[in-house]
């Protein structure tokens, strides 16, 4: 039997602080540097990632939620255009 808390994710060996850490951290450096860094394996940054992803694509409110317009700058579809 397993109890829900709230400082940690659903089917998650860390808590939600530490895991936060990792995705962020993931977002400025390599897999393998944050698993170092944090002294976990690195297919373990992995699913911590997914699961702030997973986290954040289902609050709400969405992220996109008052999205009015989306502006592209550029566009090329060959290489030197």
């Known amino acids: ?4 808390v709230p400082w940690a994710r659903h089917n998650s060996r860390f808590t939600k602080s530490f895991e ?12 393998s540097t944050v698993s170092e860094y944090l002294r976990v394996e ?3 940054v992995g699913g911590i990632c997914h699961r ?3 986290e954040l694509e289902t609050a709400n409110p969405s992220r996109f939620d008052s999205l009015e317009n989306i502006g592209i700058d550029e566009t090329s579809y060959k290489k030197g255009h």
């Open 52 to 54: 702030v992803y997973q």
């Open 20 to 31: 936060e850490t990792c995705a962020w951290l993931s977002v400025h450096a390599s897999r």
């Open 1 to 4: 039997m397993t109890a829900s």
């Open 42 to 44: 690195w297919h373990t």
